[in-house]
Structure formats: C-alpha cells, structure tokens
C-alpha cells in the first residue's frame, strides 16, 4: 500500500488553467473509479473538491474538473484564483477495504 | 449541520496506549462510512483505517495493521480509534472523517471532516 504519487508542487498566473496530476496502479486509481480530490489551505481541514473521478459536491465551483487514463488521475483548475492557493491531495480505493492518499501538491498562485 | 468532534488525543509515551473518539451530529450517522484520517506535522494526508455503516467492511493502513482498532456504537453516533503499541511516528493530528458512501471502508469521499486531535508519542 504505497502512497499515490503527486508532483510536490504546482503554479500558474491568475486566469490560467493548471493540472495536477495523481499516479498509481492497477490495484487503485486504475482499478476502480473511486478517486477523489481535497483542497487544504493551511491550518484548515481538507476540503472535498471531487469524487468518483470527475464528480462535483454542490457548492464547488466548475472551475475544478477531474478525468481520469489509467493509471493516472487528473485535477485542474481553471481560471486560476487567488484562493485557490493551498495544498491538493488525491485518494483513491485501493482494494480490499483499503484507502491511500497521494503525497500532496502544493499549488501556488502566481 | 454536520459535526464531528473528536477527543482523546494528548500526549503518550512509546508503547502505550490511547483510546481516540468522535462524536458525530447533524446526520444519520449509521448511513455512512467513517474513517481515522492522520496528519504529522507538516506532512500530508495519510489514511489509517476505515468501517462501513454497519461494521461489515473494517480496513487498516499497512502502518497501522495490527496495533489499532477501529469500532463504532450507531447508538451512541460515536466512532472509536484504539491505539496501543504506540511509536513516535504515529505522532499525528487525527481526523475524523465521514464517507459520501455506506458499505465500504476504502472509497474516501470524505465530504465532512472534525477539526482533529492531536497525538503525541515521546518519552
């Protein structure tokens, strides 16, 4: 049960899209479509920005989209804003009752 | 509103034990999963273990398999971790979480989250 694996971090100018990306195996990300996405701004709880894949909880904006080829899973974020500043976490089911997190992305707004 | 509250945490030393709770509110607390969700000090999310609504599906990170128990009283909206043989890297703020789902202990759709207690282990 190794961590998913996400790029340490991430940046991009206000308005521009960015996408982080979210690697795995075949024994989760690729093996199930239970992957989802949480932001976390400093000293706060993680937020649910995505799950299964590419769904939206209400009250997120569609700024955020999931996808998901193989074993790799995808967030991006369009139109780039300020508060989207904060650390980006994936996790996905990796069988037999078992969850894993990714390592983070720390997605800095230039 | 949904709440989770968590409790329990504090300091402890290597190899003993400690007993985490979190009282939940604001939902139908046997409709969904939970899981123990840890945090160290300025790392990242690391899930510990999960249960279903009604205890058929119990996982555990590799990490942790073995020395912690997860448990849950629908009665009482309250989930349990059991913490014993406790290591510095077990050294955490703990969440408690609530799954979007309710018969597994592995999908984390977390759409709720507490705020955590923090765990220490140091002699």
């Known amino acids: 049960q190794s961590a998913l694996t996400q790029p340490p971090s991430a940046s991009g100018s206000p308005g521009q899209s960015v996408t982080i990306s979210c690697t795995g195996t075949?024994?989760?990300?690729?093996?199930?479509?239970?992957v989802s996405w949480y932001q976390q701004h400093p000293g706060k709880a993680p937020k649910l920005m995505i799950y299964?894949?590419?769904k939206r909880p209400s009250g997120v904006p569609d700024r955020f989209s999931g996808s998901k080829s193989g074993n790799t899973a995808s967030l991006t974020v369009s139109g780039l804003q300020a508060e989207d500043e904060a650390d980006y976490y994936c996790s996905s089911y990796a069988g037999i009752n078992k969850g894993v997190f990714g390592g983070g992305t720390k997605l800095t707004v230039l | 509103e949904v709440q989770l509250v968590e409790s329990g945490g504090g300091l402890v030393q290597p190899g003993r034990s400690l007993r985490l709770s979190c009282a939940a509110s604001?939902?139908?607390?046997?409709?969904?999963?939970m899981h123990w969700v840890r945090q160290a000090p300025g790392k990242g999310l690391e899930w510990v273990s999960g249960?279903?609504?009604?205890?058929?599906?119990?996982g555990y990170a590799d990490s942790v398999k073995g020395r912690f128990t997860i448990s849950r009283d629908n009665a009482k909206n309250s989930l349990y971790l059991q913490m014993n043989s406790l290591r510095a890297e077990d050294t955490a703020l703990y969440y408690c979480?609530?799954?979007?789902?309710?018969?597994?202990?592995?999908?984390?759709?977390?759409?709720?989250w507490g705020q955590g207690t923090l765990v220490t282990v140091s002699s």
């Open positions: 604001g939902f139908t607390f046997d409709d969904y999963a």
């Open positions: 075949s024994s989760d990300v690729g093996g199930y479509n239970y």
């Open positions: 299964e894949v590419s």
């Open positions: 979480a609530k799954d979007m789902n309710y018969d597994s202990s592995g999908y984390l759709a977390v759409d709720h």
């Open positions: 249960i279903s609504w009604a205890s058929g599906s119990i």
